[in-house]
């Protein structure tokens, strides 16, 4: 089969196309043609550019977005799921831990990473058991390059404002990097559950983007001080809930903006993860500092099911075929692009 291959860290063009041996199932396994592979900065581009701190092995296959078709059945498997189309959950985990017991997959210690810790879906085929694989009804081309925006976007978002913050309709809360594909998210999110929504971003550009997807009030995080005009936007209060994932640039802003009782959720530092606070003015206003790890399968289950019924819709920013994995890559860093960007392999 044809694949993209990383065989060093280094700028984009290290990623080069290889014949690999096709994928064999074990009895209980399928095999999936890769439609679409969704690319995420923190994942890819990291790990490709120098491990994101983990150790890779050599010649490796990226990729943990996979949305694909079974064309074939283990010898102990169910062939009567040949052709269905299914997303590939990223992660596997011991499945015995605690954590794992309770449904907690992501706070699993033993949990590892499609595309990361083994090879991904930068490829024509991969193989995954049923388990690992959660159904689609959707068959066209445009709705599988979607679904390869679910996975670890949608579903990182979904575990930070469900599960983490437990937003509600009387909630009002500041997206951070709001035109981002964790922002996209976590907008839509806000107004699937009534929600309002503050969202700060850099350039008109994205404040159209935030608009689109719900937000109530744009603030321009590079001319505007955030914390002010969230309390002109909450007649002084303040808002319930900060989504961060931005760090260090915007952490005094997030504090700042939080109203009493106010819940901070993050799920990532891209501008420094050295975060200092002054813990009496957290005690004193009942703050809660929540963080937060990618999600579990059954948010992913949701996500799914909330873009089967047409309530979040993932932007794609630019799709790529697979042999043009490396320009895919250096897109990754282009600013003016907003949204997901895919590699389709349909």
């Not at 694949?3 to 280094?10: D, K, T, V, Y």
């Not at 640039?249 to 700042?256: E, H, I, N, P, Q």
Request: aromatic share 6%.
């Amino acid at each position: 089969m044809k694949a993209a291959i990383l065989e060093r860290h280094g700028p984009p063009d290290v990623l080069r196309m290889a014949d690999l041996p096709d994928p064999v199932p074990t009895p209980y396994e399928y095999v999936l043609r890769v439609y679409a592979c969704g690319l995420n900065h923190g994942l890819d581009g990291r790990t490709r550019q120098d491990g994101a701190g983990r150790k890779i092995k050599f010649p490796h296959v990226l990729g943990s977005e996979i949305v694909g078709e079974i064309v074939a059945a283990g010898r102990l498997a169910d062939p009567a799921l040949v052709g269905r189309f299914a997303i590939v959950v990223p992660w596997i985990t011991c499945g015995a831990c605690p954590e794992c017991l309770l449904g907690e997959h992501n706070a699993c210690e033993r949990k590892i990473l499609r595309g990361i810790d083994f090879a991904g879906g930068y490829s024509e085929y991969v193989v995954s058991p049923a388990e690992h694989l959660i159904f689609l009804n959707h068959s066209g081309r445009a709705d599988l390059t979607a679904a390869a925006a679910l996975p670890i976007s949608y579903t990182t978002a979904w575990h930070m404002l469900q599960r983490r913050a437990k937003i509600g309709p009387k909630d009002v809360i500041l997206v951070l990097g709001a035109a981002g594909t964790i922002g996209i998210a976590c907008l839509q999110i806000a107004r699937l559950v009534g929600a309002r929504s503050l969202a700060a971003a850099s350039v008109p550009e994205k404040h159209a983007v935030a608009r689109r997807f719900g937000a109530s009030a744009i603030i321009d995080s590079s001319k505007e001080d955030i914390a002010t005009r969230v309390r002109e936007e909450t007649g002084g209060r303040g808002v319930d809930v900060v989504v961060e994932h931005v760090g260090a640039a915007t952490w005094d802003a997030s504090l700042a903006s939080l109203a009493p009782n106010g819940r901070l959720v993050m799920c990532g530092a891209t501008t420094g993860w050295d975060l200092r606070f002054d813990a009496r003015s957290l005690w004193r206003r009942n703050i809660s500092l929540l963080f937060s790890n990618s999600g579990t399968t059954q948010d992913l289950r949701d996500v799914v099911d909330a873009w089967s019924s047409g309530d979040l819709e993932p932007l794609i920013a630019k799709t790529f075929r697979l042999q043009d994995v490396a320009a895919a890559h250096a897109a990754l860093g282009d600013r003016s692009l907003i949204g997901k960007i895919v590699l389709d392999l349909s």
